[in-house]
């Protein structure tokens, strides 16, 4: 499969709580990005880390990527229900393909 | 950021018909666009990655026939789905990168929800 995996799967937390999200990949990459999904709409990128670069900051966003696991997580501060949505990684190879991850749909209660 | 146009934004079709959905970069060049497929509250699946002026490569089990791909321009990528079955009803969904720049953000249209009945 070309898949990578995400969890958890399913995410909820109250309002003003952070989020965290894992994600694995299975091959070397040359970055991985994060993208964000409203239920039956397009992609929104988020944010990309470099597969030389450890951690990434972007407003509430928080990204690490540890290339010896093979795996990044997705830190959300100070969550807002308008962050409500399903959340993917997606790796690019070298190959130049982006393979998404499973995905973690996270619901952010007023 | 950049913008790329996904026409329609959903069909309904009978069985045994064809559809075409487009893909248009609006105000950027894109070498490589890529097809995924996505089935609901799964993740997306890459079809195939489609070049400009050359053969599409196909994701191992995605049917080359089924899912025509033209990238004729370095601006439109089209997926043709032939023939259509019920079972091909799937939310599917372009990208598009850039060919210039050190970027490798890719911008994804928003998406074509087909129903084939």
């Known amino acids: 499969s070309q898949q990578g995996e995400e969890d958890p799967q399913a995410l909820s937390i109250q309002e003003g709580e952070n989020a965290t999200m894992n994600c694995s990949y299975k091959?070397?990459?040359?970055?991985l990005q994060w993208y964000r999904q409203n239920s039956g709409r397009g992609l929104v990128h988020l944010i990309l880390i470099r597969s030389n670069e450890r951690e990434k900051h972007s407003g509430r966003l928080r990204v690490t990527l540890d290339t010896s696991k093979k795996s990044s997580s997705l830190l959300i501060t100070a969550s807002r229900a308008a962050d409500t949505a399903s959340y993917f990684c997606?790796?690019?190879?070298?190959?130049?393909?982006?393979?998404f991850g499973t995905g973690t749909r996270l619901t952010v209660i007023p | 950021g950049a913008v790329v146009s996904q026409h329609p934004s959903w069909v309904i079709c009978k069985s045994g018909t064809s559809v075409k959905i487009e893909c248009r970069s609006l105000?950027?060049?894109?070498?490589?666009m890529f097809w995924y497929r996505q089935f609901p509250k799964q993740s997306l699946m890459l079809m195939a990655t489609s070049n400009e002026g050359s053969k599409a490569t196909y994701e191992q089990g995605v049917e080359k026939d089924k899912f025509l791909i033209n990238h004729a321009s370095l601006t439109l990528s089209t997926l043709t789905v032939t023939s259509a079955h019920p079972e091909d009803s799937s939310f599917y969904i372009c990208?598009?990168?850039?060919?210039?720049?050190?970027?490798?953000?890719?911008?994804f249209g928003q998406g074509t929800r087909l129903t084939v009945v």
């Open positions: 091959t070397s990459i040359n970055n």
């Open positions: 990208s598009a990168r850039e060919s210039t720049g050190s970027s490798t953000e890719a911008f």
């Open positions: 105000d950027f060049q894109a070498t490589t």
């Open positions: 997606a790796s690019l190879t070298g190959a130049n393909n982006l393979f």
